[in-house]
């Protein structure tokens, strides 16, 4: 202190570094902050079968801040939260690409030797599930180790997959074969063969775990189907559905009409639908993003995703996506 007394320029020279310090301590602060801001915002992962590649959508801005290559025409999309990690089936490569969702960079490329369409994850994030459009069959990759791949059994044209909320069974969407396999995914053994409608094709699960929804295309229905008993019941939705989205409360079922160009949303009390909404041409992806309360819609005819407001059933603005999008499956990854 006596030092500091006597000589007042290395006096202020110390305070000048000091304060330096603090302002390089708070500026750090603020970037960690601003970057944990950025993370917490969901993202919606959108596959561009005519481009090759995967547009990441930041669902709170409303922007696509990153376009990331992957293999020949993609389609499917599963998220692995904890692992960090999309993949991404592309049909005309027979592969799926692994993308990092947290630097948002292909990290690797699977060979499947399928026409790689639909695809899913098991609850524990150890299992890759890979639907072959092109024969009777779904692949079980190991997640940790790639080339471990299991073959088994599927109906004709398997196209949307679903694990269970206890990770026991997989649901497999036979597009031709117009029925619903029910496998266990411990043994990869057929439990279940269920008749469904017409060219069912994308599955969704009720947030109690109790309910597939299924969407038949030919038929214009929608089947819900109980996970213990196979039980179905049936209704109706409009022209050519592709997807299904259920809403948090289990109220409420969005379902893409691809030759409608719209969404029915249905009451799930009564099967009823209270409204239609006007979206793009040939949607086919659609998924609730639980944090904004928005439907997300990816049309494939106009290259673009509706946004609907689900408090109001309204489509709020339209974002663009490079050529031919699709997003078949699950492809909103939520934040921590």
């Known amino acids: 202190m006596r030092t ?6 290395y006096f202020f020279r110390c305070l000048k570094q000091y304060l330096a310090l603090i302002e390089k301590s708070l500026a750090n602060i603020l970037l960690i902050t601003i970057c944990q801001t950025c993370f917490a915002e969901n993202l919606a992962y959108i596959t561009n079968q005519g481009s090759d590649s995967v547009s990441v959508l930041n669902i709170a801005s409303k922007q696509v801040t990153r376009t990331i290559a992957v293999g020949k025409a ?7 939260p904890k692992k960090q990690r999309v993949y991404i089936s592309n049909a005309n490569s027979q592969t799926v690409s692994v993308i990092n969702s947290a630097t948002q960079q292909t990290v690797q490329e699977i060979p499947v030797n399928a026409q790689a369409v639909g695809i899913a994850l098991s609850r524990d994030e150890k299992t890759l599930y890979v639907a072959d459009w092109g024969g009777e069959q779904v692949i ?3 997640t940790a180790h790639p080339e471990k791949q299991q073959t088994f059994k599927a109906g004709k044209t398997p196209s949307g997959l679903l694990v269970s909320a206890d ?13 619903v396999t029910v496998v266990d995914t411990k043994t990869l053994k ?22 597939v929804f299924v969407v038949n295309v030919v038929s214009n229905t929608l089947t819900l189907l109980n996970v213990e008993t196979y039980q179905a019941s049936t209704v109706k939705t409009g022209q050519h559905p592709y997807g299904v989205a259920i809403s948090p409360d289990g109220r409420r079922a969005y ?8 969404v029915s949303v249905i009451d799930l009390t009564n099967g009823n ?6 979206v793009g041409e040939y949607p ?7 944090a904004s309360n928005q439907v997300l819609v990816v049309n494939w005819g106009t290259d673009n995703v509706s946004i609907i407001d689900a408090l109001t059933n309204t489509v709020t603005q339209t974002i663009s996506s490079p050529k031919l999008c699709r997003s078949f499956g699950q492809f909103i990854l939520e934040a921590k």
């Open 4 to 9: 500091l007394l006597k000589n007042p320029n």
């Open 74 to 80: 993609p389609v499917g999309v599963a998220i692995a």
């Open 140 to 142: 079980a990759v190991d």
């Open 167 to 179: 990770n026991k069974k997989l649901f497999i969407a036979n597009r031709d074969s117009n029925d």
């Open 190 to 211: 057929t439990i279940a063969q269920v008749p469904v409608g017409l060219h069912p094709f994308a599955l969704s699960l009720s947030p109690d775990g109790k309910t």
């Open 255 to 262: 379902v893409s009409n691809n030759h409608a160009e719209s």
């Open 273 to 278: 639908t209270i409204k239609t909404i006007a």
């Open 284 to 290: 086919e992806g659609i998924e609730y993003d639980k």
